[in-house]
């Protein structure tokens, strides 16, 4: 056994020697949504602390349509594709430095707070850069086989590598099937039909006010808002409960319509709820009335 | 409580520490078997009552067995011992046949025990542990096992031992179901310096590899097989997931069963071999062989013998084949796909059969022999579509995706998703390879490569999921 722990302990300094001293690939590819969403924790949790953001976006998959780099030095997007809200105001509160602004997504509201991803991506182990998601060796490796790949063949390996973050999510952002676009929109209308429980909306309710009420309480000014959806869900019985739960639970607080993000803009989506890649453009340009102007001047 | 759980490490310590801290066999035994009750009880504290239950049935009916000298009471006893086990099992793995409607509408709010009953959740490792008793009263009746002949323990001694072999906690959740003839003549005091630590180590690398790097890993690949999202995947995206999957279900099963043996021979016992590289059989019999040994052998020794096996002519060999094969199906759990699953299974172990004795399935050319292989190996793989997709209508709907896909042919595949899911199988590929070479690899070449496998343990783990066959 002590061949293996040797062997153990010199690939865990030479991978390290490795990272320290190799530039790694301009874009972390990323194998799955789960470690997208490890990857977009751990990424904040050490922005916080190193060059903290302005304003903080949290949602879902929905939200992860939503490209906000060009304000990327004050606007962070902490989108867990699968996850929800809540899983974002907990690691919220984990960071050192609160952010002035929250803007929450308030579409799936149902959803827990994910105590294994926070777990898995806040450990003391992610200090250290072998641990931390984007440095797999496997990952590094395809990062490094976009890159070579890039230089021969632009078009087609390039677009995969940057849309990496995006792929990883639930379907596809563009280039549909009518047909399997219409079954999406079928299931999505099934689902809408419905109302969730009443005790778990309350129980998640609770759950949002103490997140919030602790995140005001450090300073950040917390505000909601629902993506637009496919036309037809929008008034159908579960949107209408989770907007008027949110209403009624916090009457004080700025609520970001669908309406006011789609601005009379057709919304298609790609399944019924996640935007197709020109409406997250169109909402994005919407959102901007709502961040701050110059991301310079924070600095 | 999951064994890649920083909790059972810590609970595992503790055990470790106290047992073999303890002065004698007595000590040992209670503590091995609160720590298992303890590990049993940690998600659903109240489905202890029914494990329990089980417990005393088989305890109290295989202990009149033993003590009994009529051959009349012993077989009543046996009987009813066997038939209320296998009742609890059915009843609540089969419950949802009858009255789903009635434990959707009245969730959390059982009345009475009926009701409690009725609404529970499928008891954790219920398949497991009825099996383990229904062995015991088995071999106890037969009397062919030498560990049981002559034997008069006092009741007291008897429920004890039994409650530690139906509750052993590294084989509790999902086996490997071992029979009650090999268990109990391993209880006896264990002592720290008995212990191989080399091996055991080895097993806990080589099982935390496969589930946590390997299975993990793929199941974020496979995810996408769930519906609705294959009806987005081109049918080159969706092959490559069904190979992915058989690849995540062999080092998810195998990966738990390693463990669980290593963590038994940490404890001093030996837990039976579940798998012997199965994807490198070149028959469906070979495969069920080399595939969860333990189950396929309990159902050989408890299900196949006693309907007559192949000794009561052809048609009757084909019926058992059938019977044996689907209701190994529906003991996964009360599901149309499970049934076809073990029907395909069946099928296949009959329709070779005929060929058993054939030139093709005596000849050693190495193209024939790997032809076998993966015919079989794509055999089984097709099966395991019945696994992942328990709705059989969302399985057929995958077929006719794959088939007539919505989003791209053959050709169009995601060349990420491909990669990983390349990747992370290739493990798979080596380990099944290594067991040709395994005698001449040197030493030092082994343990350098359990080293590797440690790494990727530190830096590649997938994300923490429950074993696969957790549910059954």
Redesign the interface.
């Known amino acids: 056994?002590r061949?293996?722990?040797?062997?153990?302990l010199?690939?865990?300094i030479a991978?390290s020697v490795f990272l320290k001293f190799t530039p790694k690939p301009a874009k972390p590819?990323l194998?799955?949504?789960?470690?997208n969403n490890q990857y977009l924790v751990e990424k904040y949790l050490r922005t916080q602390s190193i060059n903290p953001v302005d304003t903080l976006i949290i949602g879902s998959s929905l939200t992860d349509r939503l490209d906000f780099s060009e304000k990327a030095n004050c606007v962070y997007r902490l989108s867990l594709s699968g996850d929800s809200s809540l899983t974002a105001l907990a690691v919220a509160m984990k960071s050192g430095k609160t952010p002035k602004n929250i803007w929450v997504e308030i579409n799936y509201p149902e959803r827990d707070v994910n105590l294994?991803l926070i777990r898995?991506a806040t450990g003391y182990s992610k200090a250290i850069p072998?641990?931390q998601i984007e440095?797999?060796?496997?990952s590094l490796a395809?990062g490094y086989?976009h890159q070579a790949a890039a230089r021969f063949n632009p078009p087609h390996?390039i677009g995969?590598a940057e849309q990496?973050e995006a792929?990883t999510d639930?379907?596809?952002t563009s280039n549909?099937?009518e047909?399997?676009r219409q079954?999406?929109i079928a299931?999505q209308t099934g689902i809408y039909k419905g109302q969730l429980q009443s005790n778990i909306l309350l129980e998640r309710m609770d759950k949002y006010m103490h997140f919030i009420k602790e995140l005001e309480s450090k300073g950040a000014i917390v505000g909601f808002f629902e993506l637009p959806i496919y036309p037809n869900l929008r008034e159908l019985p579960r949107a209408v409960q989770v907007r008027e739960a949110f209403k009624k639970y916090f009457p004080q607080h700025q609520l970001i319509s669908f309406a006011d993000l789609s601005n009379g803009l057709t919304i298609k989506t790609s399944d019924g709820v996640h935007l197709q890649e020109n409406e997250a453009s169109a909402v994005v340009k919407n959102f901007d009335f709502y961040l701050p102007a110059n991301c310079n001047l924070l600095r | 409580m999951n064994y890649t759980d920083q909790v059972f490490i810590v609970f595992f310590l503790v055990t470790f520490s106290l047992y073999y801290l303890a002065s004698n066999v007595k000590q040992q035994l209670l503590i091995i078997i609160l720590a298992s009750l303890f590990f049993y009880a940690w998600e659903a504290p109240l489905l202890l009552v029914i494990f329990l239950c089980s417990w005393v049935i088989t305890g109290v009916s295989s202990w009149y067995v033993l003590s009994s000298a009529n051959k009349n009471k012993q077989k009543l006893a046996a009987f009813s011992g066997v038939i209320t086990n296998l009742l609890m099992l059915g009843f609540f793995k089969y419950k949802l046949l009858f009255v789903a409607d009635y434990i959707l509408s009245h969730q959390g709010t059982a009345q009475s025990i009926t009701d409690w009953l009725i609404l529970a959740p499928l008891p954790i490792g219920i398949s497991f542990y009825t099996f383990h008793g229904i062995s015991l009263l088995v071999d106890i009746y037969r009397g062919t096992a030498s560990v049981f002949v002559n034997r008069r323990p006092k009741i007291v001694e008897h429920l004890s031992e039994t409650l530690l072999y139906l509750v052993f906690f590294p084989q509790l959740i999902a086996g490997p179901i071992i029979k009650a003839k090999d268990f109990y003549p391993q209880v006896s005091r264990k002592r720290f310096g008995d212990i191989d630590f080399t091996s055991c180590f080895r097993l806990l690398i080589l099982g935390y590899f496969l589930k946590s790097v390997v299975a993990d890993n793929l199941s974020e690949q496979t995810f996408w097989i769930a519906y609705p999202y294959f009806q987005w995947r081109s049918s080159g995206d969706l092959l490559m997931m069904l190979y992915g999957y058989s690849a995540q279900i062999f080092a998810d099963f195998a990966g738990y069963s390693i463990i669980a043996i290593g963590l038994g021979k940490l404890l001093g016992y030996n837990l039976p071999e579940n798998f012997n590289f199965p994807y490198l059989s070149s028959s469906i019999s070979e495969f069920w062989k080399r595939w969860h040994i333990s189950l396929s052998s309990w159902l050989r020794d408890y299900l196949y013998i006693p309907l007559g096996g192949n000794k009561a002519g052809n048609v009757r060999t084909y019926i058992n084949l059938l019977v044996v094969m689907v209701l190994g199906g529906l003991w996964h759990g009360a599901a149309l796909s499970f049934l076809v699953w073990g029907l395909w299974h069946g099928l296949g172990l009959a329709l070779e059969r005929p060929w058993i004795n054939s030139r093709i399935y005596a000849s050693n050319n190495f193209a024939v022999t790997f032809t076998r292989v993966f015919i079989v190996f794509n055999f089984v793989t097709i099966g395991w579509l019945f696994f992942k997709l328990q709705d059989f209508s969302q399985a057929l709907g995958f077929m006719k995706t794959l088939v007539h896909p919505e989003a791209g042919g053959i050709l169009a595949i995601n060349n990420d998703a491909a990669f990983y899911i390349l990747s992370f199988s290739v493990p798979v590929v080596v380990y099944h390879l290594f067991s040709k070479f395994k005698n001449s690899i040197p030493r030092f070449l082994k343990d350098s490569m359990y080293g590797v496998m440690l790494f990727l343990i530190l830096t590649s783990p997938g994300p923490s999921k429950p074993f696969i066959y957790f549910q059954f």
Request: proline share 5%; net charge negative; aromatic share 10%.
């Open positions: 056994m061949i293996t722990f040797a062997v153990t010199c690939l865990l991978f590819t194998q799955s949504q789960w470690a294994e898995d072998a641990f440095n797999r060796p496997l395809l086989l390996i995969d990496q792929k639930t379907q596809p549909i099937n047909t399997v079954n999406a299931l």
